[in-house]
């Protein structure tokens, strides 16, 4: 089995938290080509396990970060984030070429995350004995999931190109101010304007056109998410 397929979909929950986890991805990153996400999409729909690798070390350490912030639990926020690449791996087949890989990323953590409180606030309500209504089955689930990755990605299409970039890149891959401005050849205080900015136009895009409790959900989400 090679190596990255061995990594990726059995062993990565633990790389997570260890240092064979840098060591390996500082190899792997040095000896990459640039990040083709259209190219990857591709070739992820055939069943390419290499092109899972390369979604996988290009946006699992925003994701376990951004989904630390909300559990505040290490343990717990690598068992969420290795469900999102499950539920990603699991989708791939009904990935359309030009869809935002980050996007439907940030919209599955998101749906985890929330499913996780709920979790947690039944079974603390049981031993309450207060009812709270029941997590929506899987058909209802991938259905919502569906319908809020395409309400992100007409908000995010409503941006102009730099600050789409903008957003893209600091919100839903996790990079630094730092880090965009030098990919983009602006300054640090560019990138934060373009930021507020696109952050603005985005929530206010799903707050207009979203269902309203899962938009103010996914707003506030939003919020927390690549800080």
Same mark, same amino acid.
């Given at each position: 089995?090679?190596?990255?397929?061995?990594?990726?979909?059995?062993?990565?929950?633990?790389?997570?938290?260890?240092? @064979?986890?840098?060591?390996?991805?500082?190899?792997?990153?040095?000896?990459?080509?640039?990040?083709?996400?259209?190219?990857?999409?591709?070739?992820?729909?055939?069943?390419?396990?290499?092109?899972?690798?390369?979604?996988?070390? /290009?946006?699992?350490?925003?994701?376990?970060?951004?989904?630390?912030? $909300?559990?505040?639990?290490?343990?717990?926020?690598?068992?969420? =984030?290795?469900? %999102?690449? %499950?539920?990603?791996?699991?989708?791939?087949?009904?990935?359309?070429?030009?869809? =935002?890989?980050?996007?439907?990323?940030?919209?599955?953590?998101?749906? $985890?995350?929330?499913?996780?409180? &709920? !979790? +947690?606030?039944?079974?603390?309500?049981?031993?309450?004995? $207060?009812?709270?209504?029941? %997590?929506?089955?899987?058909?209802?689930?991938?259905? !919502?999931?569906?319908?809020?990755?395409?309400?992100?990605? /007409?908000?995010?299409? +409503?941006?102009?190109? !730099? &600050?789409? @970039? *903008?957003?893209?890149?600091?919100?839903?891959?996790?990079?630094?101010?730092?880090?965009?401005?030098?990919?983009?050849?602006?300054?640090?205080?560019? *990138? &934060?304007?373009?930021?507020?900015?696109?952050? &603005?136009? %985005?929530?206010?895009?799903?707050?207009?056109?979203?269902?309203?409790?899962?938009?103010?959900?996914?707003?506030?989400? @939003?919020? !927390?998410?690549?800080?």
């Amino acid at each position: 089995m090679p190596i990255l397929e061995a990594v990726s979909l059995i062993n990565f929950d633990i790389c997570l938290n260890n240092r @064979l986890f840098t060591a390996i991805k500082a190899v792997l990153m040095a000896s990459a080509d640039v990040f083709d996400e259209n190219q990857v999409l591709q070739r992820l729909k055939s069943g390419d396990v290499s092109a899972f690798d390369a979604i996988y070390w /290009q946006y699992h350490g925003a994701i376990f970060r951004n989904i630390l912030r $909300l559990t505040k639990d290490e343990a717990v926020a690598a068992d969420i =984030s290795q469900d %999102v690449f %499950v539920k990603f791996w699991e989708k791939r087949e009904t990935l359309q070429p030009g869809k =935002s890989i980050g996007g439907l990323l940030f919209v599955i953590s998101y749906h $985890l995350a929330v499913n996780h409180n &709920k !979790q +947690t606030l039944r079974e603390r309500s049981a031993r309450n004995e $207060l009812a709270l209504l029941p %997590v929506g089955g899987e058909d209802e689930q991938a259905t !919502q999931l569906e319908h809020q990755h395409r309400l992100l990605e /007409q908000a995010v299409a +409503t941006l102009t190109e !730099q &600050k789409r @970039l *903008v957003f893209t890149r600091c919100k839903l891959e996790g990079k630094s101010y730092e880090e965009v401005a030098g990919e983009l050849g602006i300054s640090k205080h560019t *990138v &934060k304007e373009h930021l507020s900015f696109a952050m &603005k136009t %985005v929530k206010n895009y799903i707050l207009d056109h979203g269902h309203s409790m899962v938009a103010i959900g996914i707003a506030a989400f @939003l919020d !927390q998410w690549g800080q």
